[in-house]
């Protein structure tokens, strides 16, 4: 099995930047995509990004691309998610999330095995 830990979520004014990693761990070998999801309160949990483990082929939610950049460390079994120019809207928990026997749409949740227990990111106007 796969699990997965966030961090670097915290307080920011509307404007700045904040990068979240999520480190993995356990059958890292079967991994084959990373992903980010938020989930703002009393709303589902939306997709925001993903990343192939090995081609590096990435997807982003519209309401994030040009904004925020998914990235990976092969060999610290580390995805980050560097977020810039951040709004009050994004204002949620991020959680990362493993693939590894799934698959599926790469914007499903159900696509997904594993799942960090989430960070808080709050932007402030």
């Known amino acids: 099995q796969v699990q997965v830990v966030e961090s670097g979520g915290g307080l920011v004014q509307a404007g700045a930047s904040l990068r979240l990693s999520c480190r993995a761990s356990g059958r890292t070998s079967s991994i084959t995509a990373m992903g980010w999801f938020r989930q703002a309160p009393g709303k589902e949990r939306d997709f925001v990004a993903r990343i192939n483990w090995v081609s590096g082929t990435t997807w982003y939610a519209d309401s994030v691309k040009g904004r925020f950049t998914i990235s990976t460390d092969n060999a610290k079994n580390t995805a980050y998610l560097q977020m810039n120019s951040l709004k009050p809207e994004d204002t949620a928990v991020y959680y990362c999330?493993?693939?590894?026997?799934?698959?599926?749409?790469?914007?499903?949740?159900?696509?997904?095995?594993?799942w960090g227990q989430g960070t808080q990111v709050t932007v402030s106007s």
């Open positions: 999330a493993a693939d590894a026997t799934r698959g599926g749409s790469v914007y499903a949740t159900s696509s997904y095995d594993a």
